[in-house]
């Protein structure tokens, strides 16, 4: 089977964020990045996939940054590919990625194309569909579990007050929840093998974001708590408060 | 993975290649996924984590320097050297595990074995199919091991073993030992195998330090050791002495790893810590402690690097090792004591890890060569005479 993740670099959510001087980007100082979490769960599903029924798995990435850190890593985990779309925008929409990717992934056939539910920096979950829809292909997202037929998928995604069961055609797209998988630690094998292999670059008509960031601030901050009082004696006056001043009551 | 990040006041991430830090990065997560939520338990129980092998096994952690038809990764000295530290952020004893089973037992199979002996062994402890370990100290010689009394006697097809070795890590749990006697062509070093007639290795128990690690002693009443259990290139001490020199370079290495753990949980605690209406960490006293603890974790780091560098280039001198090594472990278990304070009587429980590693380094301080031997090694080096001797 052809096996495609898309990946992507992300701060690390442990990074401290925030906005750079000129207020409309983030301030990459003390930023360390990582593969996108949910991401890992894709790839590491296309390695199960791989492991059980034999296969190539390609990581994919468009990047404005230096992404190859990230992807040695899934090349270390495992994966036979790994392709870099260059981008020259730091940052851009779902719809411009999404396009960017359908443009990369028309150029390399493939029976799943797996993404991560959402990346953890905007937060969008939108990439992965959107990508299904440029390609005119079925797509399931955050999906729990995976099971590979001949010439479909099946898979499960839990939904409210329940578990919703999918039969795919192939090829399709999907999208990772959390728990679809344990990812792999990359082993010191895998790191050198990665080491010795080469990150093919894919030059792309790059469309524009059509996005425009015009300014980027921090939240407020949060209100010191107040002591209303201590023990038993504390409780009118709560309440009081949470009636009248809060109105949750 | 855990937000832990470690100790970089000098950027010494810059002195690191990609892959170095992919494979620091990588046992770092896998330490505080996989070792730190258990090992405070083992420690209390005494037991070693046996269920650990087979993972650091496949994350590739044992014999990672050997070359790949031996089951290695074929990874440089720094990598091993981050390997070591990393590891010892969890626990000095998954630490000496790994330096016991790489380090020594491997390393010497590696350096001076038959290549039967390589391909029966190595690859299947490169696995964690096989544990080895390194029986060199006796109860009655310890820094001076020239003068061991274990003996191998010539019989028809091999020699036949008698003494008895103490404080061997993994001794019971090892599959095979690497036994070092006193035969007539001086010391050898022998593959003495569990199972094998008159062979034994009870546990030692008691340890207050080094709980999560099994120690063993070796008893060997009349062991017939086929020849082709005799490591054909290991003869004479030195052999020995060089495995040691392996070992010591993971521990310089290994020590700073505990001495950050350590560090980091300190920062962690009298950050949060109120008293007297603001956190410990606010404090003159306590500001001093951090200063100078980084300061001299920042120096072992250095100290490791340029160590690395030297190993690397196949320059490093034993008494440049063991600078290292006394420097380290010293260090180590000073900074693990100092955070022990500042963690107040939280300290003293096994849910925080400081008192934990404390205990380890004073193991640590004593074995691989003790602090007080490294001193005169290193009063040698500079004078040129041997006060030991």
């Known amino acids: 089977m052809k096996l495609v993740a898309c990946v992507k670099r992300v701060p690390d959510?442990?990074?401290?964020?925030?906005?750079?001087?000129?207020?409309?980007?983030?301030?990459?100082?003390?930023?360390?990045?990582?593969?996108?979490?949910?991401?890992?769960?894709?790839?590491?599903e296309c390695l199960r996939i791989k492991d059980a029924r034999?296969?190539?798995?390609?990581v994919l990435s468009a990047s404005g940054a230096d992404a190859s850190k990230e992807l040695?890593?899934?090349?270390?985990?495992?994966?036979?590919?790994?392709?870099?779309?260059?981008?020259?925008?730091?940052?851009?929409?779902?719809?411009s990625t999404a396009a960017l990717l359908a443009a990369a992934l028309k150029g390399m056939p493939f029976d799943i194309a797996f993404f991560g539910r959402q990346a953890v920096d905007h937060d969008n979950a939108q990439v992965g569909l959107i990508v299904a829809t440029l390609l005119g292909l079925p797509a399931v997202a955050e999906v729990s579990q995976v099971e590979v037929g001949s010439g479909a998928v099946t898979v499960r995604r839990e939904a409210e007050g329940g578990i919703e069961v999918h039969e795919v055609p192939l090829p399709c797209v999907l999208t990772a929840q959390k728990g679809l998988n344990e990812p792999r630690y990359a082993s010191l094998k895998g790191i050198m093998k990665a080491k010795k292999m080469q990150i093919e670059e894919m030059a792309l008509e790059i469309p524009d974001s059509l996005l425009d960031v015009l300014r980027m601030e921090p939240p407020p901050p949060r209100p010191q708590g107040r002591v209303v009082g201590e023990g038993a004696a504390a409780v009118p006056a709560l309440v009081r408060l949470l009636r009248d001043e809060a109105k949750v009551l | 993975m855990g937000d832990y990040r470690g100790?970089?006041?000098?950027?010494?991430?810059?002195?690191?290649?990609?892959?170095?830090?992919?494979?620091?990065?990588?046992?770092?997560?896998?330490?505080?996924?996989?070792v730190v939520p258990i090992i405070a338990g083992h420690a209390r129980d005494g037991t070693f984590p046996l269920e650990l092998v087979p993972k650091l096994a496949e994350l590739g952690v044992l014999g990672p320097t050997l070359p790949e038809e031996y089951g290695g990764a074929a990874l440089d000295d720094v990598c091993y050297g981050l390997i070591c530290q990393e590891l010892e952020r969890g626990d000095s004893a998954l630490?000496?595990?790994?330096?016991?089973?790489?380090?020594?037992?491997?390393?010497?199979?590696?350096?001076?074995?038959?290549?039967?002996?390589?391909?029966?062994?190595?690859?299947?402890?490169?696995?964690?199919?096989?544990?080895?370990?390194?029986?060199?100290?006796?109860?009655d010689h310890g820094s001076d091991p020239a003068g061991m009394s274990t003996r191998a006697t010539r019989i028809d097809g091999g020699h036949s073993l008698h003494g008895s070795k103490m404080w061997i890590t993994n001794g019971t749990i090892a599959d095979v030992a690497v036994v070092w006697a006193q035969a007539e062509s001086g010391v050898r070093g022998f593959l003495v195998e569990k199972g094998m007639k008159g062979f034994s290795a009870p546990e030692m128990k008691g340890k207050l330090s080094l709980r999560a690690s099994v120690t063993s002693e070796l008893v060997m009443e009349d062991v017939e050791v086929p020849e082709g259990n005799l490591l054909p290139g290991a003869k004479g001490l030195g052999?020995?002495?060089?495995?040691?020199?392996?070992?010591?370079?993971g521990i310089a290495w290994g020590s700073v790893g505990a001495a950050q753990a350590c560090f980091e949980e300190a920062l962690a605690y009298q950050r949060t810590r109120v008293q007297f209406g603001k956190p410990l960490a606010g404090f003159q006293l306590n500001q001093a402690k951090f200063a100078d603890m980084l300061t001299e974790i920042t120096k072992a780091q250095l100290l490791c690097h340029r160590l690395g560098s030297l190993k690397s280039a196949g320059k490093a001198a034993h008494a440049q090792i063991s600078l290292a090594k006394r420097n380290n472990a010293r260090m180590a278990l000073d900074v693990a004591r100092t955070c022990r304070t500042m963690l107040g009587a939280n300290g003293i429980l096994d849910e925080y890890h400081s008192m934990r590693h404390a205990a380890n380094l004073e193991a640590v301080y004593t074995y691989e060569g003790t602090h007080e031997i490294h001193t005169l090694i290193l009063g040698a080096a500079v004078t040129g005479i041997e006060a030991f001797r």
């Not at chain 1, 409309?24 to 100082?29: A, F, K, P, V």
């Not at chain 2, 991430?13 to 505080?32: A, G, I, N």
């Not at chain 2, 010497?108 to 002996?117: K, N, T």
């Not at chain 2, 052999?239 to 370079?249: D, I, K």
């Open chain 2, 7 to 34: 100790v970089d006041f000098y950027g010494l991430d810059d002195l690191l290649t990609e892959e170095q830090r992919m494979v620091r990065d990588t046992v770092r997560d896998f330490v505080s996924a996989e």
């Open chain 2, 239 to 249: 052999a020995a002495l060089a495995c040691l020199n392996q070992a010591r370079f």
């Open chain 1, 13 to 44: 959510t442990a990074s401290p964020v925030r906005p750079a001087a000129d207020g409309r980007s983030i301030d990459l100082g003390g930023v360390s990045f990582v593969l996108n979490p949910y991401d890992e769960y894709a790839v590491e």
């Open chain 1, 54 to 58: 034999g296969g190539e798995v390609t």
């Open chain 1, 72 to 95: 040695r890593h899934c090349l270390a985990m495992g994966a036979d590919r790994a392709v870099l779309v260059k981008d020259a925008a730091v940052d851009r929409d779902a719809r």
């Open chain 2, 95 to 139: 630490r000496s595990f790994a330096s016991v089973h790489s380090s020594l037992a491997m390393h010497a199979i590696f350096a001076f074995g038959s290549e039967e002996q390589k391909r029966r062994w190595l690859p299947r402890m490169a696995r964690g199919e096989k544990i080895g370990c390194f029986g060199l100290t006796e109860p």
